[in-house]
């Protein structure tokens, strides 16, 4: 038989012929994609600047070049464009406060796969797309972070308010302290504790700086990079510990980190019966629980541990920085907030519990006011329409992302009047009950935050316990 493959020689000139012509086909697709997204994509009819709807390098210009921009920016955008903006091929951003719950409140809304996928999370409660999954480990790991629950462990959180006090009383009258660290490292000290029964002394570390907790700040724009330019995150990620002491200290600090957080991990998966000897129920019970559900991946029990430090610590210690600082800087307010203290807890040596604090009104004024000012979780929170769907009476094609950021809602003079000032009182006035549907710090709908009732402990007991025991003033370089 004749054989027919062709020579060496002619298969390499073949691709000698083809590759010149790489770079003139590539060209020709991208002078045919910029018109079609521009003019012929079913989002063309949505305003918004031509380089948003041309590529997604727009929204990574303001996400990490711009440094986390992107917020501010959109805010700019709506100004212009309206209440509906496209800022990507495939992506409309909407500003209008009834758009807000038919986008989060749907249930058959999917998450944006290559914005989640940016934080590594995709086994996770946070990182799963598919609904029907993240119900199912939503509900695994509801009963830890029930009212009961967080009632029933309520002395951890105390626990960590009480370091922070003794701390707090340790710093000379004439020395500056920066809340926002201490205040992470009371939440940092808490979510490890109520989830893990383990303590890693951040309260104790000098100016409350655990490296830890420092890196994860300074590197927080590390996501907005992997979802742009996907391809360095193994590397990042998968960084020996010895060349990440080299590159940065900081990377090494969160891999020490998190390294024994899975040492543990490793130890219960090894002998489970050391949940037995610890100090109370942790996420382990849950998470590892054989008559719940199939065994958990290696990679997805990691995934969720992280995420209990990543989101447990940022949004409570943001927002107790944020009411702390507007209270302080608001002589009135800072008056009726003690005055309100003193009268319902008049012995500060006796504890008060979280169900008495949230008895005391201004105080719930002070905490919701601070999560309104704060926002929660400011990005945009990407999900992706199934079907053509009606939002907010903009009809969306199928396939879409839609997406809007919380300070929309929080900001929103139709709903807070003079909304950008820090007002208490406004949760005290009689329609003050309307107002609570407003304030998604915590997201709405079925992929809301998961310890909402963790988080409103946390801020109860330590803004509360801050201003009846500490006596604070802020400093003149404060801004």
Known sequence: ??????????????????????????????????????WLHPLAHFPGPPAAAISNLYLGYYDFWKSGGLNDH?????????????????????????????????????????????????ESTFGYIDPAQAKERREIMRPLFSRKSVQK???????????????LAK???????????AYLSVSLEVITTYCFAKSYHAIEHPKFKLPFLVALQEGASISFLFRHVPFIAPFVLGMPAWLAKLVSPGAAAIQAFFGSLEDQLKEVLKDPSTLDRTEHEIICHHLLNPKSQKPLSWNSLREEASLMIAAGSDTVGATATIGTYHVLRNAKVKKRLREELVAAWPDPDSPMPWEKLEKIPYLTAVVKESLRMAHGTVSPLPRVVPEDQVIASVTVPAGTVVAMNSTFVH?????????????????????SNDLDSYLVAFSKGPRSCLGINLAWAELY???????????LEISPKTT
């Open 153 to 167: 462990l309520e002395q951890c959180i105390q626990d960590c308010v009480d370091r922070l006090l003794v701390a």
């Open 461 to 471: 007991l330590i803004l509360g316990n801050v201003f009846r025991k500490a006596n």
């Open 171 to 181: 710093v000379p009258a004439d020395q500056e302290v920066d809340l926002f660290y």
């Open 74 to 122: 959109l805010v700019t955008l709506h100004e212009k464009y309206g209440k509906v903006v496209r800022i990507g091929p495939n992506r409309i951003h909407f500003s209008t406060v009834r758009a807000y719950d038919a986008i989060y409140r749907n249930p058959k809304f999917l998450k944006d796969a290559w914005w989640y996928d940016a934080f590594h999370q995709s």
């Open 1 to 38: 038989m004749e054989d027919s493959r062709l020579p060496v020689g002619d298969a390499a000139g073949q691709l000698a012929g083809i590759l010149p012509l790489l770079p003139v086909l590539f060209l020709s697709y991208i002078l045919l994609l910029i018109p079609y997204r521009l």
């Open 411 to 431: 900001l929103n003079e139709g709903v807070f009047f003079n909304a950008r000032s820090f007002n208490p009182d406004r949760w005290l006035e009689h329609t």
